[in-house]
């Protein structure tokens, strides 16, 4: 995280009520990822909460990556924001050792004012949990991945059904899960089991598929004349990852990376390789948006190569993310990385009927077919100060615009590198690195925006009230924001009156007061009643409206 005056305050990025990343400070206060928000604020009231926004991670982590790719290693896989990887082999030898090579990661994070952790294990997986051990750079020896895993509990494999049967069944650490004879676990548990014991193995979870002389298996399209609006480059992607979906599918294929690639009419190519992990044609078509305007804010990037010395040996890829400038986008490819046999699904027994992701898609598609394009909407958060104002509906079907530093390289190592065998150990990068959210600029676009949690209901047109003092005079808000008296009583007109047990606010917006004809001024303030009920209400000219409530 910046470290200007942030480093003090604990921190949680949250998304769909749970805690996906939280500060230093927030974990010492006992906030963990995956925890639901309302006990993380339990175990630290002074919680500064952020909404996730993967675009906004994306197009800030962008110039992190970008630099680590022009001075440490020549190519390198974004896992998501603020967690990269690289194969730690050549690097390593390049750098003089695996511990030089960590430190100069270390070094270019630093430069941009963000802290990073760096490990380097034999899997991708063993890399990332070493960057998360609380040192600033960790290597696990060679051939020694799945003893520095033994020891942690099974609910670090991520597969939740299958961890917490584990659990139930006496096995509580990766240790002793590694411990059970191969082919059981795949009797038992299936392909699904059998990659994530491979995992606690210390092995990579799937054996990769060999590539096959001379198949290309990437999908390509090119523009005529060239593109210089990202929308139309987006809508084109989410066709293109459905051939080369398609394309997979019939080779009895998937993959664990995708490589978005980008081809400008002054002649440069633009990539970068994004983890895969089943994404849909519509995810896939959302990375890509993400990823374009990222190039776009870069726009000052220098090319790679331009320090000396400082350039890994070897061809340098033109890959490195320098500006999408007003050139256009003459071209577009999806190439697969990380092949290996699709394993299909496994089907209940007794079918519990629940739809795939793939199949809501296709059903939404045929409505849009007979019923028009915006016929079918989806729900997607965006902007604005009151409730109603950041829910908009988007047709199916389109990527939204919504959406810090771990490195990884190959021994992999956590920014990780990878010693894999191939091309080597993994390493995952600065793991600390977050820019985006977190540093609270995306917050700072809306003064006067309601903090979570969010109103249960949302009033198409708000209900008329009024709030009283105990005096029974009608509560007023001045000009600035000081109420006249504190909330006693609220009626909601038709609903009768109610005690006020407790108040939050006033939290006044002024918008486009430059413009008589559009200028708005409005207080809104948070309303707990006697009858177990919590309401938003806002004051306009003098007038109380309810606008949402609670529950």
Known sequence: MPSAGVEEVPVAVVAQGRVVACST???ALGVRRRMRLREAQQRC???????RDLAAETRDFEPLAARIEQRVVPRLEVLRPGLLAFPARGAARYWGGEEALADKV???????GVEGRTGVADTLFAAALAARSGRPARAVPVDGAAGFLAPY???????????????????????DFAALPADRVLA?????GAAAHRTARGLEARVPHTRVAGTDRSAAVEFEPAERAVEPVVFRAKALAEE?????????????RVEVGVRLTDGRRLARMWRHEGLSALAVAERVRWQLAAWQQSGGASSPGDEEGDEPPGEPTPASCNGVEPTGIAGLTLTPDGLHAEEGRQGELFDSGAATREEVERAAGRLQAMLGHGAVTRVELGGGRGPGEQVLRVPFGEPGETAAGSGTAGRTGSGTAGRTGGPGRA????????????????????VGRLPAPHPAVVYREPLPAHLWDVAGALVEVSGRAVLSAPPARLEVVGRGAVRVTGWAGPWPVLEQWWDPSLDRRLARLQIATADGRAWL???????WRVEACYG
């Open 25 to 27: 400070e927030a974990r």
């Open 45 to 51: 009231p002074g919680l500064r909460v952020v909404e």
């Open 106 to 112: 270390l070094e270019v994070v630093a430069e941009v």
């Open 153 to 175: 509990p099974v609910g670090v494999l991520g597969r939740r059904e299958l961890t917490q049967l584990l659990a139930r069944l006496g096995l509580a650490t990766v240790g």
């Open 188 to 192: 038992r548990f299936g392909p699904p």
């Open 244 to 256: 080369l979906h398609g394309m997979l599918r019939r080779a009895g294929l998937t993959c664990s």
């Open 427 to 446: 390493g995952t990068g600065p793991g600390a690195a977050r820019t985006g959210p977190a540093d609270g600029r995306t917050e700072a676009r809306w």
């Open 537 to 543: 209400v806002q004051v306009a000219e003098g007038r």
